[in-house]
């Protein structure tokens, strides 16, 4: 597969903008819901814009992580065989890491400075900061899962039925996606494409 920088950095500008158009959406959704719930309807039953378009988060994450996987496992080959044991995970984590519990707060940031050693100095940005990539992303997945999580707990403690759409949550998400796609365009960059399959 030819030019797998170009793949990585369209799904996570596709993955961005789903962000901020979820979280414009919110807004509007928000009292939409609310006055919906105020009349009475059954929350199963409430259709908002929000709801109908949450779905592109999904699959635009699933997207970056495809072609994000892929290509990180190529950089790990190659660095691999240049510099034997420069990255200490193995490949297969590139693709895992992201995803399996636990392992996930930290195996994807170790990668990348892994890989970000074996690069020469000067190809490699000095801006680029991967806590501040790190951290902002791992916000991020925190507040998208905590606003999930906080509804399937209500739904199963039979609560009242709350507004589950939180604008300020959508908001401060997207802005810090934002800010870990400034620094993550970087390391893309730096890290280069692959000549592994």
């Known amino acids: 597969m030819k030019n797998r920088m170009a793949l990585v950095m369209a799904s996570s500008r596709i ?11 919110s807004v509007p959704s ?33 997207g970056a992580w495809i072609y994000t996987s892929a290509w990180l496992k190529a950089a790990v080959t190659d660095a691999n065989a240049a510099q034997p044991g420069s990255v200490r995970l193995q490949r297969g ?36 900061n991967l806590n501040t990539w790190w951290l902002t992303w791992l916000m ?35 802005c810090l996606l934002t800010a870990s796609y400034f620094v993550w365009q970087k390391i893309v960059a730096a890290i280069g494409e692959p000549v592994a399959r």
């Open 15 to 25: 993955y961005l903008f789903a962000a901020w158009a979820v979280a414009i959406a």
């Open 140 to 174: 991020y997945a925190l507040i998208q899962s905590s606003a999930e999580a906080t509804q399937i707990i209500n739904d199963y403690l039979g609560n009242k039925p709350v507004n589950p759409i939180h604008p300020e949550m959508e908001i401060a998400g997207a």
């Open 93 to 128: 984590w590139a693709l895992w890491g992201w995803v399996v519990p636990i392992v996930s707060y930290w195996f994807p940031r170790m990668i990348i400075k892994d890989l970000l050693k074996t690069k020469p100095v000067e190809q490699v940005d000095k801006s680029i």
């Open 30 to 62: 928000f009292r939409s819901y609310q006055d919906q719930l105020d009349a009475g309807t059954d929350p199963k039953q409430i259709v908002t814009v929000y709801s109908s378009i949450k779905i592109m988060i999904f699959i635009s994450s699933l």
